[in-house]
C-alpha cells in the first residue's frame, strides 16, 4: 500500500552553515550538502514519490528543513508557528507550495502557541505531540483541537527533560508495524508503551530520526548497529549520507513535508 504520494522540499541555501543549531561536528559544507540533498530527493522518487522542490532562500539558513513550518494530513495542512522566532519568516514562503496541494483546506496556529512539525510524529489516526523548547502547551492544545475536528486523536509526550533532544522526531521516529526506532532518553515513554521499539546505542542515536516512505525506510548511513536492527525487524532500508545535515542538528525527516493521498471531507 501507497503511503506518500508527493513530497516538498527545499534546495539547501548558500547561509546553509549559518544556521540556528549548529551541532558540534565542524562547519557544514554548502556543496556537499546539495550533493546529500540530491541524493534524498532522488531516494523519493524511487520510493514512488513526485517530489516539488522549492528554490533556496538565502535570507533563512535553516529553510532547507521544510517540515517545520507545516504539518501534512491526508485531510488537512496546520500551518505551524516557530518557536524559534528567526525562523518565522519561513512560514509564508512555504504557504504557497502548501495552498498548491490544500487549497482552502489549511488550518493555523495562533499566537501565543508554538508547534514546529520536528515534534509531531504521525500513527495512523493519532498523533503524538512533543512539548519541547519549541513546542509549548498552548501550541499542543490548539493543535489537538484542531486535529480533533477533523477526525484524529492525540497526546503529548513532554522532552524537555532531554537534553540531547531537540525535537520528539529526533528521538523516536515510526517505522510501522507498531514499531518504533529511539533513543535510549525516550524508550521508556509511557506512550509508548504498547509499541516494539528498536533502541539505538548512544553512539547511534542520530539514527533514530529516520522516515519510513512507503515500502522502505530511509535511515542515515554509516550506523550499522542501528540499519540491522531495522532489517532484522523486515523493514528493507535504503541508507543516506547525512553528514552536512548532522552538523546543522537536522535529520532525515526535518527535509521533506510527506503528503499521503489526500481525503477531503465534503464541505
Known amino acids: ?82 518557536g524559534a522566532a528567526s525562523r518565522s519568516g519561513e512560514t509564508p514562503l512555504i504557504l504557497p507550495a502548501i495552498t498548491a496541494v490544500y487549497g482552502d483546506h489549511i488550518e493555523t496556529i495562533q499566537a501565543p502557541g508554538t508547534v514546529e512539525g520536528g515534534d509531531i510524529c504521525q500513527v495512523g489516526e493519532h498523533f503524538f505531540i512533543g512539548l519541547s523548547l519549541r513546542t509549548n502547551d498552548e501550541g499542543a492544545r490548539q493543535l489537538g483541537e484542531i486535529l480533533k475536528k477533523y477526525g484524529f486523536t492525540s497526546s503529548t509526550i513532554d522532552i524537555r ?69 531495522v532489517e532484522g525487524a523486515g523493514f528493507k532500508t535504503l541508507p543516506l549520507e547525512m553528514s552536512e545535515f548532522r552538523k546543522q542538528d537536522g535529520g532525515l525527516s526535518c527535509l521533506s513535508l510527506r503528503i499521503p493521498e489526500l481525503h477531503f471531507a465534503s464541505q
Do not use: W
Open 161 to 229: 527533560k532531554y537534553k540531547t533532544v531537540l525535537h520528539l522526531k529526533t528521538g523516536m521516529s515510526y517505522l510501522g508495524n507498531d514499531t518504533f526506532i529511539v533513543m535510549p532518553e525516550i524508550m521508556d515513554e509511557p506512550e509508548l508503551k504498547k509499541y516494539t521499539k528498536l533502541v539505538v546505542t548512544p553512539e547511534e542515536s542520530y539514527a533514530a530520526n529516520c522516515i519510513r516512505v512507503n515500502d522502505f525506510v530511509i535511515i542515515p548511513a554509516g550506523f550499522t548497529n542501528a540499519i540491522a536492527q
Open 1 to 82: 500500500m501507497k503511503q506518500f504520494e508527493q513530497a516538498i522540499v527545499r534546495i539547501p541555501c548558500d547561509r546553509f552553515p549559518e544556521g540556528i543549531t549548529p551541532g558540534s561536528l565542524g562547519k557544514a559544507d554548502v556543496a556537499s550538502a546539495r550533493k546529500q540533498h540530491q541524493a534524498y530527493i532522488e531516494t523519493l522518487k524511487a520510493c514512488g514519490v513526485k517530489v516539488t522542490v522549492l528554490e533556496a532562500e538565502n535570507d533563512f539558513p535553516d529553510s532547507c528543513f521544510v517540515e517545520d513550518p507545516a504539518i501534512v494530513t491526508d485531510r488537512v495542512a496546520i500551518i505551524t508557528r516557530f
